[in-house]
C-alpha cells in the first residue's frame, strides 16, 4: 500500500492557497478600479441610455430666458423687481424680494418712521430676520424713493386764464 506523501500535499495545499490570494487581489484590484471610475465618470452601465438623451437635449436647447434678460431697466425702474435703481438698491432687492415682490414695496409710501414700522411689522409677524447696519441702507433707499407723495402738487388754479360764462336763463 502506498503511504501518503504529506508533503506533496501540503505543497499542493500551499499553491492552490497562493492561487486564491493573487486571485482575491486581483479581483480587487479591479473592484477598486471600477469604484474609482464609478465615482470620477459615473455610472457607465446608465451613460449609454443617457447619452441619447443628452444629444436630443442639445438639438433642441428649451428656450431659457437669458439670464440678462430680467436685468434691464426702464426709466430708472429695475424690471424684475419693479424697484427704482438708487443707491441700496442692490441691499434692498438683497433683503426685501425674498418673500414678496418688490412691486409690494413700490406700491407703498411712507416716510422712514413708516417704513420703519413695516419692517419691524414684518420682524415681529412675518419672520423677516434682523437687518444689521443694512437697516439704515434700506429705510434710507425707502424715504428716498418711497415718500409719502406731497398733497396738493396740482397747480392752483390760475383765476384770470378763466374764461368764465353767464349761464342764459
Ligand atoms: C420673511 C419674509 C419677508 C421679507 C424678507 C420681507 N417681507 Fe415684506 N412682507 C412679508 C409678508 C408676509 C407681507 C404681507 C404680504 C401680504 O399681505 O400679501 C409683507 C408685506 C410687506 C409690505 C406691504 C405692507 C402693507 O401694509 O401692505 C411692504 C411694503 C413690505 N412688506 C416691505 C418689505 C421690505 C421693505 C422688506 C425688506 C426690508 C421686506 N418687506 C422683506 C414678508 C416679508
Not at 24 to 39: E, H, K, N, Q
Not at 71 to 76: A, L, P, V
Not at 122 to 138: H, K, S
Not at 143 to 149: F, K, M, S, T
Request: net charge negative; aromatic share 10%; charged share 20%.
Amino acid at each position: 500500500m502506498e503511504k501518503p506523501n504529506y508533503t506533496q500535499d501540503y505543497d499542493k495545499l500551499l499553491r492552490s492557497l497562493y492561487r486564491a490570494i493573487i486571485f482575491l487581489s486581483v479581483f480587487a484590484v479591479l473592484m477598486a478600479l471600477g469604484l474609482i471610475y464609478y465615482a470620477l465618470l459615473g455610472n457607465p452601465f446608465g451613460s449609454q441610455a443617457a447619452a441619447p438623451a443628452a444629444a436630443a437635449r442639445q438639438e433642441a436647447p428649451a428656450p431659457v430666458p437669458s439670464p440678462t434678460a430680467d436685468e434691464r431697466i426702464e426709466d430708472g425702474i429695475h424690471l424684475a423687481t419693479g424697484l427704482r435703481v438708487a443707491e441700496g438698491f442692490d441691499v434692498v432687492r438683497a433683503n426685501c424680494t425674498g418673500c414678496h415682490s418688490g412691486k409690494l414695496i413700490a406700491q407703498n409710501r411712507a416716510t422712514r418712521d413708516g417704513w420703519q414700522e413695516m419692517i419691524r411689522w414684518m420682524q415681529r409677524t412675518q419672520g423677516l430676520w434682523q437687518l444689521g447696519e443694512n437697516e439704515a441702507v434700506i429705510l434710507d433707499y425707502l424715504a428716498a424713493n418711497y415718500a409719502p407723495q406731497e398733497i396738493g402738487r396740482r397747480a392752483n388754479l390760475d383765476v384770470e386764464a378763466i374764461e368764465w360764462y353767464i349761464l342764459k336763463e
